[in-house]
Structures are given as C-alpha cells and as structure tokens.
T-cell receptor
C-alpha cells in the first residue's frame, strides 16, 4: 500500500462505452498525475494537476478527460476509446516543495483493455 | 525531446551483482530518479541523484556523471525478490520528469 489508491484495478470496455478511472491519495500531497504505461515503452505523462489546477496536458486526445475535484482525488473519464488505448494507467502524487519535493508516489495502476 | 536509454532486459544469478546503465540526453538536468516496479504493482522510489558521485542505500547504489549524461543502478547480493523492472527517470530544465522504457531484471536461483 503506497498511499495512492486506484480503482478499478482492471477494466474492459467497448469502443462506445463511457467509464472513469479513480485515484485517491492519502499523503497530503498537492500535485497529482496521470501516466500511461504501454509494454516496452517509457511512461508517458498525460496530465498534471498542481493545487487542483491543470498545469500539464501533453497533447492527449480529447477522448481522455481528467477531473480533479480536490487535492486528494483525481479522475480520468474515458469515452469512445480505441484499441490502441489499451494500457496500464498509473496515477501518482507528489509534494511540489520542501523535503521530498517531486518524488512521485504511484498507485498500482488500472489495467485498461479496449475491445 | 528527451532521450533516455536503458537496456531492455538483464539476467543474473542469486547472490551476484548487476549494474543497470542509463544514458540520457535532455533539455537541461535537475536530477535523476530510479524506481523499481514489480509486475502488477506500483513503481516505488529507490534513489535520487542530483550531484555527481555514488549514493549508497543498503544493497542498492546509484551513480551519476552529469558530464557524461550517465547513471547506473548497482544491485548487490541479488535476491529473488529483486526480479522486477527498474525505471530511470530524468528531471529536465522545466522540472518535467521523463522516463526510460525500463530494464527487466530476472534473478535466477
């Protein structure tokens, strides 16, 4: 248990479905992140929220829509996905200042399969 | 863009030493991280280097040479539980973190 909890751990969806991934952190961090991890590829940063404001959006397709209602919760809303979106989606959190700044704490990930 | 290279796979015997190299070409440098990721689990923080030299933490050590754009993670007295993927990540000038594709280490009895 890292202090960052992701649900669901596994998700299978069709291309026309709408689903959401949820992330919750209990570490008192003020920044949260979504990463995509595909086999044999580097982690790809998707979105960053700092103090609940989106500060990074790495040219991610609009079929992925993030939401950060407060500093402890982060969502990734999914709709009309493509099979190539199948991957492990990792949530992370960090402190942006002080000791341990920018050290990411990751959740265990949500394994998404798009049929 | 950022370029971070590390070997795809390494195999070693229990009790041995393995060195995982990481080379990087990034827009500036503000530190280098190593993370460990067991299959199906979250990546976990191992080490952080921002100055040249060796940082030792138990059986694991991490080395950095900024002039060469090079780091290595040294795993000593290998144990079966060390079988995992090891991720190298570099903080560039804009404080963005870029990851390598990871090195899968398999420890054999």
């Amino acid at each position: 248990e890292t202090g960052v909890t992701q649900t669901p751990r596994h998700l299978v969806m069709g291309m026309t479905n709408k689903k959401s991934l949820k992330c919750e952190q209990h570490l008192g961090h003020n920044a949260m992140y979504w990463y995509k991890q595909s086999a044999k590829k580097p982690l790809e940063l998707m979105f960053v929220y700092s103090l609940e404001e989106r500060v990074e959006n790495n040219s991610v397709p609009s079929r992925f829509s993030p939401e950060c209602p407060n500093s402890s919760h982060l969502f990734l809303h999914l709709h009309t996905l493509q099979p190539e979106d199948s991957a492990l989606y990792l949530c992370a959190s960090s402190q942006t200042s002080g000791s341990g700044a920018n050290v990411l704490t990751f959740g265990a990930g949500s394994r998404l399969t798009v049929l | 863009g950022q370029n971070i290279d590390q070997p795809t796979e390494m195999t070693a015997t229990e009790g041995a030493i393995v060195q995982i190299n990481c080379t990087y070409q990034t827009s500036g440098f503000n530190g280098l991280f190593w993370y460990q990721q067991h299959a199906g689990e979250a990546p976990t923080f191992l080490s952080y280097n921002v100055l040249d030299g060796l940082e030792e933490k138990g059986r694991f050590s991490s080395f950095l040479s900024r002039s060469k754009g090079y780091s290595y993670l040294l795993l000593k007295e290998l144990q079966m539980k060390d079988s995992a993927s090891y991720l190298c990540a570099v903080v560039s000038n804009d404080y963005k973190l870029s990851f390598g594709a990871g090195t899968t280490v398999t420890v054999r009895a």
